[in-house]
């Protein structure tokens, strides 16, 4: 059977995010492609292939928001197809901007996300309980922002989200994340 593969990811140093909280979040999207594997050679055993969605959702999930990362912070350019689908949308990308920041404060654990709805070519923005529940259905994932514990609490406490997210804004590589944008 093939297997998925552990993607290695070139992140750079990060601000306020630190290389010991990344390292171990890596570790953690490993078991996830580890798990994922696992689950598809049993897949005789209907109770565990119930765990597959979260697992490789939590694999997927992940490879976008490392990625997000790779080559540096990078702004979105001001004639960007992703920034004028956003303005488009939202009225603003500063709109778009502060109605995602609050969407990631939503309480739990899971994920902020941002797609692309081919079907009706919106953007969507959206709460992704845990890894799976929530994932719009044929939507492109565009933008992914990690809103579970472990991506932050070590770096910032439980009362820092709202840090975290200003720093994960400001280590994007924006033409990383545009490259999700493909219309």
Same mark, same amino acid.
């Given at each position: ?6 993607q %290695?990811?070139n992140?750079?140093k990060?601000? #306020? ?7 171990e979040h890596?570790?953690l999207?490993? $078991? ?9 050679e049993?897949?005789?055993?209907n109770e565990?292939?119930r765990?597959? #969605?979260f697992e490789?959702? $939590? ?8 990625a997000q990362?790779?080559g &540096?912070?990078l702004s979105l @350019?001001a $004639?960007?197809p992703?920034?004028?689908? =956003?303005?488009?949308?939202? &009225?603003s990308?500063? =709109?778009w901007l502060?109605?995602?920041?609050n969407l990631?404060l =939503?309480? &739990?654990?899971? *994920?902020?996300?941002l797609?692309?709805d081919?079907? =009706?070519?919106r953007?969507?923005?959206?709460w992704?309980?845990e890894?799976?529940? &929530? ?6 994932t565009i933008? @992914?922002?990690?809103? *579970?514990e ?5 770096d910032?406490?439980p009362? $820092?989200k %709202?840090?975290?997210?200003?720093d994960?804004?400001a280590?994007?590589? *924006?033409e990383m994340v545009e490259?999700n944008?493909?219309?």
């Amino acid at each position: 059977m093939k297997k998925f593969e552990e993607q %290695k990811f070139n992140i750079p140093k990060l601000k #306020g995010i630190s290389e010991k909280n990344i390292e171990e979040h890596l570790k953690l999207y490993a $078991g996830y492609v580890k798990n994922s594997n696992l689950i598809l050679e049993k897949n005789e055993e209907n109770e565990l292939q119930r765990r597959f #969605g979260f697992e490789f959702n $939590g694999m997927r999930n992940h490879e976008y928001f490392f990625a997000q990362f790779e080559g &540096g912070s990078l702004s979105l @350019a001001a $004639g960007s197809p992703l920034k004028k689908a =956003t303005v488009e949308e939202f &009225g603003s990308f500063e =709109t778009w901007l502060a109605s995602f920041k609050n969407l990631a404060l =939503t309480r &739990g654990i899971g *994920w902020a996300m941002l797609y692309y709805d081919p079907l =009706t070519k919106r953007l969507l923005n959206a709460w992704v309980d845990e890894q799976h529940i &929530g994932q719009l259905n044929g939507c492109q994932t565009i933008l @992914a922002l990690d809103m *579970w514990e472990h991506a932050f609490v070590a770096d910032y406490q439980p009362s $820092g989200k %709202k840090n975290y997210i200003e720093d994960f804004f400001a280590n994007l590589n *924006w033409e990383m994340v545009e490259r999700n944008f493909k219309i």
